[in-house]
């Protein structure tokens, strides 16, 4: 299983906090896995294709490349803007 | 070292004396604080919400400040940030460093302020005169993370 989580206008947009998907072979990097999700189309193409994009592996910054094992945690948001 | 993420208002004095605070050793405190401000992208602001990413917030900002630790001889970093509604006026974030000289200690603060703008997990939801919006991230501040 991988666990998805989406913050901020992403969650609200996408109107998910949180999902499991279950693990799938051709998940070797966290742009699979955001491929997979835009393939539903919509909001989701939309909101996952985004150039300024964000996303977090096992709740620690990274980059598209990152490699996705089973039982990973990724979350996707926009560019954060605390401070 | 101090880690806070907090929805308590907290008082930015106290956390500034508190990093010389038995230190003998340290010749120089900076501090920044971030306030919410009334005025925001031409629209009048009557406060905000903060969300942030439980679990990996305070992983994020204590990996910054560790980033600080690295780079400069610092003998005391504090970093105080507000989630959940805040108010006009209230302080957002304090971010404030502690050296033996001046230099360090301004130059680490900027770099652990930088840091936190692009990489910690916080997005600001305000309250403006034309309905709630999703406050978006800059260029400048991404080239100002990057300077370093």
Known sequence: MIQVQYFARYREALQCDSESLDWQVGFTCVNDLRTHLMARGGIWAQVLGERNLMCARNQELCGLEEPLMDSDEVAFFPTVTGG | ?148
């Open chain 2, 1 to 148: 070292m101090s880690i806070q993420v907090s929805a308590e208002v907290f008082d930015p004095g106290k956390a500034l004396n508190a990093l010389q605070d038995k230190h003998t050793g340290v010749g120089a405190v900076v501090g920044f604080v971030g306030y919410v401000r009334d005025f925001n992208d031409g629209r009048e602001v009557g406060g905000m919400f903060l969300e942030h990413f439980p679990g990996m917030t305070e992983k994020a900002l204590a990996k910054i400040a560790q980033q600080a630790h690295e780079r400069w001889p610092l003998l005391n970093v504090n970093i105080i940030h507000r989630i959940g509604r805040l108010e006009p006026g209230e302080p957002i974030v304090f971010v404030g460093t502690a050296s033996a000289h001046r230099q360090a200690a301004f130059d680490a603060c900027a770099f652990i302020m930088d840091y936190l703008k692009t990489q910690a997990p916080f997005w600001k939801k305000e309250d403006t005169s034309d309905g709630p919006r999703w406050v978006e991230g800059r260029d400048s501040d991404r080239d100002a993370a990057e300077r370093w």
